[in-house]
């Protein structure tokens, strides 16, 4: 399987990291047992509706919000994968029909609409490591 290219430049370069205290996310490090962990979890629930990897064909897990939202890549064929989560507080699934590379900055830069995501500040974004 491979992962769309500005995940894993992303997840490389940054990986392992709490974005302005609100949104982790797994690098290289963490991402196999995240994964692993969090995928099995999530598979059984309704509210989430594709297989999780390390299932066959599952979306990627890649990292979470300080409330518990789980953030999602899911693969939609061709090599395009899009942005999901799982919204906990919400108890329901959030889809787009956005890329990483293109979900990401956008959400920072509040360019996208959400009532599930805080203010940001303005760059430069305060990165914390996680062990």
């Known amino acids: 399987m491979q992962f769309p290219r500005d995940f ?3 997840a490389g370069a940054y990986g392992d990291v709490a974005i302005c205290g609100y949104i982790f996310l ?3 490090r963490a991402l196999r047992s995240y994964a692993d962990g969090m ?3 999530l598979e059984d629930s309704p509210t989430v509706p594709h297989r999780v990897l390390p299932s066959p064909g599952g979306a ?3 990292g979470n919000t300080i ?3 789980q953030l999602f890549l899911v693969d939609r064929g061709g090599g395009r994968w899009t942005l999901s989560a799982f919204r906990r507080g919400w108890a329901d699934w ?3 029909d956005l890329e990483f590379g293109e979900w ?3 959400m920072l830069a509040g360019e996208i609409e959400t009532d599930w995501m805080p203010e940001w500040p303005a ?3 305060e990165l914390e490591l996680e062990d």
């Open 8 to 10: 894993v430049d992303a």
């Open 26 to 28: 797994c690098g290289a």
């Open 39 to 41: 995928g099995r979890l």
């Open 60 to 62: 990627l897990v890649w």
């Open 67 to 69: 409330e518990g939202d």
């Open 94 to 96: 959030y889809d787009t």
């Open 104 to 106: 990401l900055p956008r």
């Open 123 to 125: 760059p430069p974004y």
